[in-house]
């Protein structure tokens, strides 16, 4: 099944009508983490440790709606911890996309086939399978040897079931940047929608913080990874990918990805919590984000992240005829930050 073409419409009709609404501040994805837990432990994790005195609670699947409906973006991204984990999670998924809302949920796939069977082929819902290399240096990132198999199994199985698939991606310091463009090339020819890919975020809580990369390293690898020479269909838009090589600047719009969780609403965004919330509109204050995003708080300097800057690049657009023209003529509104990791 190939990207929707109702989810580039959906999405331009969305965010038009929003500013004709006067609307300065609104959410493009929802984040839904319906629970912190995973069977995996990678290095560079930042959820199981920040949340690690509640990983034994779970959101409802009505907690879920509620937030989805408090949120009202046309998109969704489903991650955690590992959202296979939660026993309900099908019903999770159906109950939203019921909504015709449009559902990505990503996972290490350690449990992809069991859960794909409870949740039929539609348009409205795609897997986004953890993917950071190719089997050695995969198998690395998520500390367990075999991992890269069931995962390349897994995709195969909901390709061939009809299911929507694409893989999400973190770049490292001292990533090997041929395993991962033979990685890309793999997944790209197995047939997923696209590959997406962002650098990693500097958790605070992560001891070996060599993992992060800078700003300027990550511009060095990405002008080679994302060189359009490799041959390999990304899933980021165009406008995201040229910021990623360091050929243009956004500030961070990541409010326009409110993250949920068993916590309630992140405050300020789906990497930084310094707060949580009940109340939705917290997220979307002007007084809030004076005081995020590079150039306001040190932890925002090195961030390049899809959350921020995937949705920034789709808000610059709307300003330049010629990059939203680009936009459409690529691929159309192809993501808006809804990889996690
Ligand atoms: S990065 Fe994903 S797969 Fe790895 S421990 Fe965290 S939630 Fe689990
Ligand atoms: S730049 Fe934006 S997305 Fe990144 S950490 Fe800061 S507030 Fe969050």
New binding site residues.
């Given amino acids: 099944m190939a990207r929707p073409l109702e989810l580039a419409a959906r999405l331009a009709w969305y965010i038009v009508s929003n500013k004709l609404r006067g609307r300065k501040r609104f959410p493009l994805v929802t984040m839904l983490e319906p629970l912190e837990k995973c069977n995996l432990a990678c290095e560079g994790c930042g959820r199981i440790r920040e949340y690690e005195p509640v990983l034994d609670r779970m959101l409802s699947v009505e907690d879920c709606i509620e937030a989805v409906e408090d949120s009202g973006a046309p998109i969704v991204s489903i991650a955690g911890g590992e959202p296979t984990l939660h026993p309900q999670i099908h019903e999770i998924v159906n109950r939203i996309v019921e909504r015709k809302r449009f559902v990505y949920m990503c996972t290490n796939a350690l449990l992809m086939e069991r859960v794909m069977k409870k949740i039929p082929p539609t348009k409205y819902f795609c897997f986004v399978v953890h993917l950071d290399g190719m089997e050695e240096a995969h198998d690395r990132s998520v500390y367990r040897k075999g991992v890269f198999r069931i995962a390349t199994r897994a995709i195969r199985a909901a390709l061939d079931s009809g299911h929507r698939v694409t893989t999400n991606t973190t770049v490292f310091n001292g990533v090997d940047e041929d395993d991962v463009i033979e990685m890309f090339k793999m997944v790209t020819g197995m047939g997923v929608e696209g590959a997406m890919v962002s650098p990693g975020?500097q958790f605070e809580m992560i001891p070996n913080q060599d993992l992060f990369i800078s700003r300027e390293n990550a511009r060095k690898v990405f002008e080679n990874v994302l060189d359009p020479k490799h041959g390999i269909r990304f899933y980021n838009n165009p406008l995201y990918l040229d910021f990623l090589r360091g050929e243009r600047e956004y500030q961070?719009a990541?409010w326009s990805n409110p993250t949920y969780t068993v916590m309630g609403w992140r405050e300020?965004?789906?990497?930084?919590g310094d707060r949580h919330t009940s109340r939705f509109d917290d997220l979307m204050s002007e007084e809030l984000w004076e005081r995020?995003?590079?150039g306001k708080?040190p932890?925002?300097a090195n961030?390049m992240?899809h959350?921020?800057f995937e949705s920034a690049s789709i808000f610059g657009a709307l300003s330049s005829p010629k990059d939203a023209f680009r936009m459409v003529k690529e691929g159309a509104v192809r993501n808006s930050g809804v990889g996690a990791g």
């Fill in positions: 975020y961070c990541a300020p965004c789906y990497l930084l995020y995003g590079v708080d932890r925002c961030c992240m959350c921020g």
